[in-house]
């Protein structure tokens, strides 16, 4: 019902990289990974695997005119990555984030002229997406726990966004996790957020494993997914518990969703 990805920064990690997305593709996923310019990309394309989503960007930020300056023009370097690997979604956060995971230039919050500032940036940046046929999707984070100091980083900052910006070439990356330890709703978050989901990423909480190891209950959000007509990608980022085929089996197991479970709600 759902196709269904798998990030392979996080698991299979005693694999080589390119080993890691051969796994995935031979297991029946999708692959998902992050900064496209850390990896053998004509490797990556002989796997033969489909890819999901990768990094869109490489610097560069929504607010200032140097760092959208920046953003759109290693955008236009991740489009032409992402044309060799077949990629259809380029991820975008609400400003670049260093190796850690933490903002190049945190801010404690983003002010009205930010706010327009981002809209025009974003907008400039689904102009771009639609000009080369892809979509980019604007992803959110947490600050409590991984990323302190990122503007727009709630859902709901994300939502806004990406509806104002209102193009099929900019929709949301919705990262139930981080969703969760910000924001918590998930159900009423998904059905909001519908008309604008471009994909979803799950992992459970705490700990950010895979789906039945913490306090989620993602069957219900599958459940809930399917039957408001989603049946779009899930992807799983997400640390393995134990073994990481494990892992792939509880999360397909989590977002398996029977016709039955969807009439009987």
């Known amino acids: 019902m759902f196709q269904l990805a798998i990030c392979a920064e996080m698991v299979f990690q005693d694999l080589p990289f390119v080993d890691r997305v051969r796994k995935i593709h031979d297991l029946g996923f999708q692959v998902e990974i992050w900064d ?5 990309l004509n490797a990556l394309a002989r796997t033969g695997a489909r890819f999901s989503s990768m990094t869109g960007y490489i610097e560069g930020d929504l607010i200032t005119a140097a760092g959208a300056d920046a953003l759109l023009r290693t955008a236009e370097q991740s489009i032409e990555a992402a044309g060799r690997l077949g990629c ?4 975008l ?6 190796a850690a ?3 190049v230039q945190p801010i404690a919050a983003a002010s009205g002229p930010m706010w327009l ?8 940046i689904a102009e771009l997406g639609q000009r080369a046929g ?3 999707c604007l992803e959110n984070l947490n600050t409590e726990v991984d990323h302190p100091g990122v503007p727009f980083a709630r859902a709901a900052d994300t939502l806004a966004l990406v509806s104002a910006v209102d193009s099929p070439h900019l929709r949301l990356n919705l990262d139930l996790y981080h969703a969760q330890i910000g924001e918590g709703n998930l159900i009423e978050l998904v059905r909001r957020a519908l008309p604008y989901i471009g994909e979803i990423q799950v992992a459970d909480v705490p700990g950010r494993c895979e789906p039945g190891t913490g306090e989620i209950n993602y069957p219900a959000i599958a459940r809930a997914l399917a039957s408001a007509g989603y049946r779009g990608t899930i992807g799983l980022e997400a640390w393995a ?9 509880r999360f397909r197991d989590a977002f398996t969703v029977s016709t039955e479970a969807i009439t009987n709600r």
Not at 93 to 98: E, Q, S
Not at 117 to 124: G, I, S, V, Y
Not at 241 to 249: C, F, I
């Open 134 to 136: 892809l979509v980019f």
């Open 241 to 249: 518990s134990g073994g990481s085929e494990q892992a792939l089996r």
């Open 88 to 91: 259809p979604r380029l991820n």
């Open 36 to 40: 496209w310019t850390r990896h053998d």
């Open 117 to 124: 500032a981002a809209q025009r940036t974003l907008t400039r």
């Open 101 to 103: 995971g933490l903002p």
């Open 93 to 98: 956060h609400g400003t670049g984030l260093d």
